[in-house]
């Protein structure tokens, strides 16, 4: 059974820091491209990280680059996202999953709520 278990998240102020962990289970790890998603209150789901299954090449969303970096620790089943300089326009709950494709994509975790806030 697929599994993801988020966690790290809490209650920032602006320009503060927080660093997700998303533990994986139930399939290889280490052969899957990761994501992490968020959802913004009264909104869809967005991908705003991706890391490859090897070789360490990411992708980021406009809105989160140069604040955000995702990695990824195979040996641990475990991906990260460091997020830094955070906004209170990053207020969401926190997703992993693999790609729109993957077979295990309809399999999601119950998230972690960050919020940005004064």
């Known amino acids: 059974q697929v599994r993801f278990v988020e966690s790290g998240g809490g209650l920032v102020q602006p320009g503060g820091s927080l660093r997700l962990s998303c533990a994986a289970s139930?399939?290889?790890?280490?052969?899957?491209?990761m994501n992490w998603y968020r959802q913004l209150p009264g909104r869809e789901r967005e991908s705003v990280a991706r890391i490859a299954s090897v070789g360490g090449s990411t992708n980021y969303a406009d809105s989160v680059r140069g604040r955000f970096t995702i990695s990824r620790d195979n040996a641990k089943n475990t991906m990260y996202l460091q997020m830094n300089s955070l906004k209170p326009e990053d207020t969401a709950v926190y997703y992993c999953n693999g790609d729109r494709g993957w077979w295990g994509h309809a399999y999601w975790g119950q998230g972690t709520q960050v919020t940005v806030s004064s």
């Open positions: 139930g399939f290889t790890f280490s052969r899957v491209a």
